[in-house]
């Protein structure tokens, strides 16, 4: 993004008062004038050429990647989007102190499965805004010094999705995913049977990943290895954006006991008739009481990094049958095109695999695999046989029907 031309700064003079940006600038000067490192020039043309777009065209570039519904999470998305290429706009290009803008932004994604969490983060810090972006599964990552990977190491990712550019790492933006199976009290079932000491609650994750949300100066290692001589660097996350996602499957239970009367109580057998639901969509009023989330299993400390709570609704059948036209059927109506058929899928296919999704609370999750399964058997009969030109699929009385013409 280009705001205006940059006046040229002239070189630091290095005394003993240096903040940690004004130091680390002299040391990149130095490094790009004696041995023409232009690290640090890389990271600024990075910078230049990022997307200048308005939260409303980020929010229409969504849709036009194919993302459907879900339009209060992505407006609020887009928003922080907006914000987080703005803000390192003016403190890089514009020279603006950090300290005068308001703080980068961490967001929770909370809601059931296949509704779009992780896709709509991929999809708009990776795919649209071209920015390093990792996206960890959170299950697979330890305390310090036990079995499965270091916390610390989420960052080297971001070095490496960086290709090593450390500024430009330090813009970047980091996915937790799975973020509600690190709650305590959960198994945890990578390290199920390692025969390890390891707190499997969780909660000593919870507490290395305080450290990353709070905006820190952190040693990184600049390899995943567990030698004890690899190299580190200092890395700030202050302007990383963190984004956790997941669906708290039993959370809506919990935010349903605590609004009870107190005279039904928490053992009532009322219990039963609460939501057990795993597909269920949550309202912004249940995701904002950090006690819940206490309740659920986390560090309130924890949940108060995420300054902005995102829920995210179970997908309707509109959604889904629309990811199914716009997405899905396109690339198989191709394929069959380039062998020479003309494929046609029957509503009452698609009808079918919307309601199966909505049955099994999968979202649009597995409506790939489930759509390709149902095909195999057309795709099959037809590249075996090519005598006609015309396939129709089709779903009647509970089966599935492939008619060639
Ligand atoms: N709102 C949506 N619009 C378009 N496609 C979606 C949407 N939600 C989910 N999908 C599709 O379903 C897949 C799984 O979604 P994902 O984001 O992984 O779900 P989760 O909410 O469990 O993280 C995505 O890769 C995408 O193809
Ligand atoms: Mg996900």
Redesign the pocket.
Known sequence: MSQGSKPPTAPPSISNSLSFDELRNAIQEIATDTNGDNEYQNFLDFIEDLPNMRPNEIFDKLGSH?????NEARRALSLMAYRHVQRICRIYLDNIPASELPAKSNML?I??????????TELLFRHILKLPTVLVDITTYSETGYVGQDVMSILTRLLFASEGNLPLAEVGVVCL?EFDKIASGQNNAVFAGAGTTKDISGLGVQRELLKLLESAELTVPTEFSHSSYQQHVLMSTRNIPFIA?G?FSGFKLITQLYNQQPSIGFHNENKEQLNHDIAVSFRQDEVDQTRHFQQYGFLPELIARFDRIVP?KA?DEE?LSS?LKR?LISAYEREFELEGFNLMIDESLLKHLVKEAIRRET???G??ATLSRYLEEAAFETFSSPDASNVRVSWEQGRLHVDKS
């Open positions: 194919g993302y459907v519904a879900q994604l809601g059931p499965t296949g509704s779009g969490k992780t896709y709509i995913d996602c669906a995210f997908l959604a990811i997405n979202g649009a999750r409506l790939r």
